[in-house]
């Protein structure tokens, strides 16, 4: 419990908070605004005419900003409920902050952390084309008052609670699985198990999975689907809507991902095959 407040107080909220923040203004003050290249996207995605603007927390924010900032726009009125549900399924994802500080490090290839990054982003994007839906219409007319920063500063806070409090539950969780049946498993069934439970752990882990091929793939399945504890904390942020579409969004990104993934291994084949293929058998 006592690591996983650290890890709140350390990396959580320093990461998450400015996020949370900025999209919750972002949410309040460019919904409704023609962004370049966005009727474009947004026709690809069937996202609701004015409400491109969505997909910058959820690409950029990380867990669960994208989810939040879905939220938050249904909540005040600005998108319809069924468009809102359709947007979780790929307006969710791991953040460039998360990705390059964290993630990229564990390669000796600097360009890694940018194919993952991209990998991810294109899984994200080929599950909305998939599970696009034409829009119910554009987005609703706001007919109350503009989002301020100390409203956007309370309901960034009241988000950063209910994430930390999921990060130390599953930090607890996952140490009593590390001292009693993990050690069963070989180091890449360790992280991996551990990154189904919770993202930052796994990845944490993931320097002792030693082949980088299978250190990649590994890391674009965890970053993908995200793990139960992110799932719990955007289920927290999701107060309203329903989550089946987004589970359905989430899985179908980790196949794309693991697609894409092998696919950019494979272009050394003589190098990759031997690390993936065992763990693909």
């Known amino acids: ?23 919750g203004i972002l949410v309040g003050n460019l919904l409704g605004t023609s962004l370049p290249f966005a009727p474009s996207v947004g026709k690809w ?4 005419k004015g409400a491109e603007s969505l997909l910058i927390p959820g690409f950029l924010g990380g867990y669960p900003t994208g989810a939040a900032a879905v939220q ?20 969710n994802n791991a953040g460039p902050s998360f990705l390059f500080g964290m993630v990229a490090p564990l390669f000796s290839d600097p360009s890694a952390g940018w194919m993952l990054w991209l990998i991810h982003i294109a899984g994200a994007l080929t599950a909305g084309m998939v599970l696009r839906e034409e829009p119910d219409g554009a987005s609703l007319p706001f007919s109350g008052k503009e989002v301020t920063v100390q409203q956007a500063m309370t ?15 599953f930090r607890i969780v996952t ?22 439970l919770e993202l930052t752990n796994g990845c944490m ?10 250190r990649f793939l590994l890391c ?5 689907f995200g793990g139960i504890c992110v799932h719990m904390q955007t289920l927290s942020c999701i107060d309203g809507l329903s989550s089946k579409r987004y ?6 990104q980790t196949v794309f991902v693991v697609f894409y993934s092998l696919a950019y291994l494979f272009r050394q084949p003589l190098y990759c095959l031997p690390a993936v293929l065992p763990f693909l058998m």
Do not use: Y
């Open 1 to 23: 419990a006592r690591e996983g407040i650290d890890l709140c107080l350390r990396t959580v909220i320093p990461a998450l908070l400015p996020f949370f923040l900025l999209s």
């Open 45 to 48: 995605l069937g996202i609701p």
């Open 72 to 91: 938050e726009a249904w909540k005040t009125g600005r998108i319809r409920k069924r468009d809102a549900e359709r947007l979780l399924c790929f307006c």
């Open 155 to 169: 309901n960034a806070l009241n988000v950063c609670a209910k994430v930390c409090g999921w990060v130390i539950l």
């Open 175 to 196: 140490g009593f699985l590390k001292s009693w049946f993990l050690w069963l498993l070989p180091n890449w069934g360790q992280a991996l198990a551990v990154g189904i």
């Open 205 to 214: 882990m993931m320097n002792q999975v030693e082949p980088e091929p299978l």
């Open 220 to 224: 674009g399945i965890l970053l993908s």
């Open 247 to 252: 589970f359905h969004g989430k899985l179908l």
